[in-house]
């Protein structure tokens, strides 16, 4: 059975919401358990994941790019909490990173269609400019040092135009780690600031 652009969007929505939920529900649970403030509860949590702990979380990392269901801030968080500052980081920069490439080589696929089923029609009238333009991989390549820009969808934009896979690659490998340390130890303290009222 072929589904229709319309229901794809409803499934993705609910999708979306179920997924908010879902880390709603682990961080409410992380904080009752002591679960981001004790190494023991910790190691508790992690110790029935052994190697696959890291694993998973970076699939996570990855699905949440190509599949941009819930805000990339969320796993960044939660990378820096799971796993501490250096190890937490470099999941989220392998996961982020292996999700970027996916996502542009899916664009390269099938053009403006991915655009149209995952992002609202105001974020791509906002850049359809940038397609065109000369200098798109410039453009693209400050955006990602930006961590304010919507990453996922300047991804998938990319692989609409003609920039190279190589070229591609080169900008997310180096200018993916800067916005994912300021998000990640960003929403930490954050995070920490606003649990200490409910801890």
Request: charged letters at 15%; aromatic letters at 18%.
């Amino acid at each position: 059975m072929k589904l229709n652009p319309k229901t794809i969007k409803t499934i993705y929505h609910i999708l979306t919401i179920l997924s908010l939920v879902v880390c709603l529900a682990f961080f409410i649970y992380g904080i009752q358990t002591k679960l981001f403030y004790s190494e023991e509860a910790l190691e508790a949590f992690l110790d029935p994941f052994g190697i696959w702990a890291p694993i998973f979380f970076i699939l996570f990392q990855f699905v949440q790019v190509v599949f941009p269901i819930v805000p990339g801030g969320i796993g960044c968080l939660g990378g820096i909490l799971i796993f501490g500052p250096i190890f937490g980081l470099l999941y989220n920069y392998i996961g982020i990173c292996l999700g970027s490439l996916a996502a542009f080589c899916i664009a390269k696929k099938y053009g403006h269609t991915v655009l149209t089923l995952f992002f609202k029609e105001k974020l791509r009238n906002k850049y359809r400019s940038w397609v065109e333009h000369k200098q798109f991989p410039l453009l693209f390549g400050v955006a990602i040092f930006m961590p304010i820009a919507p990453d996922d969808f300047l991804c998938y934009l990319a692989g609409t135009t003609k920039m190279s896979f190589k070229k591609f690659t080169a900008i997310i490998l180096i200018g993916k780690p800067l916005p994912i340390a300021i998000y990640s130890f960003g929403l930490e303290l954050l995070f920490r600031y606003i649990s200490s009222f409910v801890t």
